[in-house]
């Protein structure tokens, strides 16, 4: 299996940066895909941004080039560098990964997530 660790949330002013770093551990080799998603009080949880095992990123709307998702196959990490936070950007923000999972017969995607790392933005 596939554990997730995040790290880098706390509390920022508006205008304000922020680094979160995932950390993933176990059966890496299976991992595709790497991304972050956010989560604020009474919402669903949304991408946020997510990186293919090719290299291939994408960024939700909302981000309108304030945030930079990176990925390092390497050492097993994903990061999102959070610029110009405002305080719409509080939530909680969680690490996922998406695992192959083999099976007799087939194959299926089961997406892994950490615990969360709370960010919160006051004016």
């Known amino acids: 299996q596939v554990q997730l660790v995040e790290s880098g949330g706390g509390f920022v002013q508006a205008g304000g940066s922020l680094r979160l770093s995932c950390a993933a551990s176990?059966?890496?080799?299976?991992?595709?895909?790497m991304g972050w998603y956010r989560q604020a009080p009474g919402k669903q949880r949304e991408l946020v941004g997510q990186v293919t095992s090719g290299g291939n990123t994408i960024y939700s709307g909302y981000v309108k080039g304030r945030f930079t998702i990176s990925r390092d196959n390497a050492k097993n990490t994903v990061d999102l560098q959070m610029n110009s936070l405002k305080p719409e950007d509080t939530a909680v923000y969680y690490c996922?990964?998406?695992?192959?999972?083999?099976?007799?017969?087939?194959?299926?995607?089961?997406?892994?997530w950490g615990q969360g790392t709370q960010v919160t933005v006051s004016s």
């Open positions: 176990g059966s890496t080799s299976g991992i595709n895909a």
């Open positions: 996922n990964a998406e695992v192959s999972e083999y099976y007799v017969g087939g194959v299926r995607s089961r997406s892994t």
